[in-house]
Structure formats: C-alpha cells, structure tokens
C-alpha cells in the first residue's frame, strides 16, 4: 500500500517562496495521477495542481503562474514550488493520488485515493 509523507511547509512573508515535497513509500507512483490539496481554515478542501502518468499538468486558476508542481519518479517524488506568495495561500496543503483516475476534492471525503497527513504553509502579510 502507497503511503505518502508531506514536507517542507512553513511560514513566510507575502512575496516569498516555499517548496513542498512529497515522498511516497510502499510501492512507485509512476503511474499514479498526483495533485497536490489545500483547505484553508473555514473553507472546502480545493485542488491546487495535479500531474498525470503521461506528463500533463493542470492549475488551478488562482496559483496559475506562481505555482510549480513536478514530479520524480526515480525519487517516487512529487513537488510543488510556490512562488510569489500571498496570505490567502496559507493553508494546510495536502499531497494525493490515484492509479485511475486525476482526484478531486470530493473523493477526499470518499474515501477515493490515498492522501498524506498535510503540511502547513503560512503567509503573513
């Protein structure tokens, strides 16, 4: 069974940068859809970026251009680099993934996927 591990959350200041990691274990991700999740509090789990087994990325509008989502399977790796920081992007980001299918948010709920523990990120203005 996949197991994945978030890192490198954190605090920063508005217009700085973070890079977050997530390592699975218990088997490759290779072909697996990853996505990385935040939930801000008081509000609904959303899906910040995914990468697909094929090499397709999508965003989600309010990261598109500050955000980076790669992947390195050699690593059984997954990595968002966030730049350009603002205080709505503090949250606790998640890391997840599914052999079928892209998840959304919902399968969370679902029990859908296999998802990390989550890391904090905080942007202070």
């Known amino acids: 069974q996949v197991q994945l591990v978030e890192s490198g959350g954190g605090s920063v200041q508005a217009g700085g940068s973070l890079s977050l990691s997530c390592s699975a274990t218990?088997?490759?991700?290779?072909?697996?859809?990853m996505g990385w999740f935040r939930q801000a509090p008081g509000k609904a789990l959303e899906k910040v970026a995914d990468?697909?087994?094929?090499?397709?990325?999508d965003y989600a509008h309010s990261v598109k251009g500050r955000f980076t989502i790669s992947r390195d399977n050699a690593k059984n790796t997954l990595y968002l680099q966030m730049n350009s920081l603002k205080p709505e992007d503090t949250a606790v980001y998640y890391c997840?993934?599914?052999?079928?299918?892209?998840?959304?948010?919902?399968?969370?709920?679902?029990?859908?996927?296999?998802w990390g523990q989550g890391t904090q990120v905080t942007v202070s203005s």
């Open positions: 218990g088997g490759s991700i290779r072909r697996y859809c």
């Open positions: 997840a993934g599914d052999r079928i299918t892209c998840l959304q948010a919902r399968d969370r709920e679902h029990g859908g996927g296999i």
């Open positions: 990468s697909d087994a094929d090499g397709g990325f």
